[in-house]
């Protein structure tokens, strides 16, 4: 009696369930889920053309447009003189922003004292604002081994860490013997220049006295090292190879990387010097430059060795301030752009429009949005259609133009898709704060850095990672309810639907909860 009474009430509920649904989706659900469709169909269209402009332009630049040292006026310094010395070399202030720096802290430092260049228009300036008393002595005593050597290597404290890597990089600029200095070049800790960069770069600088910036590429010491780090150089690649390409060539502006590039110190003093109001302080002073009239240089084969991030928690971080930092900065100067008189119409529309709009909110809205939400929920509600162009080909033809940078990795094009979406929630997440200039809108946290710590594994016992509150940094509620939302969705598909889509679903889903569970990338020992 009790069993058969629990499954009346069972069938009631659902069969309420079941009414209201129906009520509210015809007047409601399928009006705005429509509009939606709509709504992502267009932006999915404005990356679409901005992808194939970029591919075209590409395509001319390298087929057509001469090289950067045909373009602009470049010499080869010339050795040191026995008579003169070397006077003729300009003087050269070398940046190396640090905090907690345990595993690159040698490899940066050592890299900086052997560049190529006469060591007396050499400064080194180790900007260090580590909090861990140890890591501070390590890094003093690193920089008077060089000194030691003949180096004018200086090692630079502050009181505070206002401002982060912005503070840091303007205040090292204060000191009296920077004055000389004409030009400053700026290496992340885990960046490695070859010998000769300064002598491939400056040259641009002392005979084009309009250019601004010269910028190297960023290469990757770590990219084989796991799935996360394939991933990461794909998206990478295609913005060295394409975007900062055809920025460079056609309107001589893009955004600086913040590392691995030569800065005239006059013209980051005309656009105001560094400021911190974003956590994108590089991409502020190259769009304050640019504004000034300033041109940028971008080497594609000036190439810089570097690391990515290899844990999952250390990239999340670093996304979230890539995503945020753009919207923040987009509307904090979006109305300055518009009232510049120094630049023209169509750079500003280059700016405004594809730098910032399409490429950094665009891109993370409609690849989270079209993907993971509204294509999804078009399953459960068949009244409302996707067409073909809009789901699969349209995609299909913007992830085949994104694998142009890493040919090598073209066979991990599809699971790099199913990366992104996962991705694209905390960039579009990300954007929003950065928008709306919410909490978290100013959080920096410096990407954790591993150096030789993973070749050294072996001989260390992996101990298990002690969980903190709630599920601690393996598992992620918000990725599991993703994925638990998308299977719901590719059940139904299966039971009532007519489409295919299902198949798709439940491979986001495999990689939503890959993510929730903390399986991506490398996982360190304690």
Not at 171 to 192: M, P, Q, S, T
Not at 281 to 294: I, N, P, T
Not at 382 to 409: H, K, M
Not at 495 to 510: E, H, T
Request: glycine share 6%; aromatic share 14%.
């Amino acid at each position: 009696m009790a069993e058969s009474t629990f499954q009346a009430t069972a069938s009631d509920i659902a069969g309420q369930i079941g009414m209201m649904w129906e009520v509210l989706k015809a007047p409601l659900l399928v009006p705005l889920l429509r509009a939606a469709v709509y709504i992502c169909l267009v932006m999915e269209l404005m990356l679409f053309i901005e992808r194939l402009y970029m591919g075209i332009v590409i395509i001319i630049v390298k087929l057509f447009m001469k090289k950067p040292d045909k373009r602009y006026k470049w010499e080869p310094m010339a050795d040191d003189d026995l008579e003169i010395g070397s006077a003729d070399f300009p003087k050269v202030l070398v940046q190396i922003p640090m905090f907690n720096e345990r595993e690159v802290y040698k490899i940066s430092i050592g890299a900086a004292c052997n560049l190529s260049w006469p060591s007396d228009r050499l400064v080194i300036q180790v900007l260090d604002d580590s909090t861990d008393p140890i890591i501070k002595d390590m890094v003093e005593t690193e920089c008077l081994r060089w000194a030691s050597k003949g180096l004018n290597i200086t090692y630079q404290i502050r009181e505070s860490r206002g401002g982060y890597k912005a503070g840091a990089l303007k205040e090292g600029l204060k000191h009296n013997y920077v004055k000389d200095c004409e030009y400053v070049v700026i290496f992340d800790a885990d960046f490695r220049p070859e010998p000769d960069f300064l002598r491939r770069s400056i040259p641009f600088l002392v005979h084009n006295p309009e250019i601004a910036l010269v910028q190297g590429r960023w290469r990757f010491v770590n990219a084989n090292e796991c799935l996360l780090t394939r991933m990461q150089e794909m998206s990478l690649d295609y913005h060295f190879t394409v975007e900062q390409e055809v920025g460079s060539s056609t309107h001589a502006f893009f955004g600086f990387n913040g590392t691995g590039g030569v800065w005239r110190i006059a013209a980051i003093n005309e656009a105001g010097g560094w400021k911190d109001r974003t956590t994108v302080e590089d991409m502020d002073l190259a769009v304050r430059a640019s504004l000034k009239g300033w041109k940028f240089v971008y080497l594609g084969d000036l190439q810089v060795k570097s690391e990515l991030p290899s844990t999952f928690k250390a990239f999340r971080f670093q996304q979230h301030r890539w995503s945020c930092g753009p919207a923040n900065l987009f509307r904090k100067m979006v109305m300055e752009i518009v009232r510049n008189k120094r630049v023209n119409v169509w750079k500003k529309f280059y700016v405004i429009y594809s730098f910032f709009f399409v490429r950094k909110i665009i891109a993370h809205m409609v690849t989270f949005f079209f993907f993971c939400v509204v294509l999804p929920l078009t399953l459960l509600v068949p009244e409302v259609e996707v067409p073909l162009w809009g789901a699969i080909y349209i995609p299909c033809i913007i992830t085949t133009l994104n694998s142009v940078g890493t040919p090598r990795s073209i066979h991990l094009l599809f699971y790099w898709i199913l990366f992104e979406n996962v991705m694209a929630f905390h960039r579009t997440k990300a954007t929003f704060i950065g928008l709306l200039e919410a909490k978290r809108a100013n959080e920096w946290v410096v990407t954790e850095k591993l150096g030789d710590t993973l070749k050294n594994k072996e001989k260390s016992k992996p101990v298990k990672k002690a969980r903190g509150p709630l599920f601690g940094d393996r598992i992620l509620p918000q990725e599991l309810g993703f994925a638990v939302f998308l299977f719901f969705c590719g059940l139904y598909d299966v039971l009532y639907g007519k489409r295919v889509y299902f198949i798709y679903v439940f491979l986001q889903v495999i990689t939503f909860t890959i993510a929730g569970f903390g399986y991506v990338g490398t996982i360190v020992p304690s």
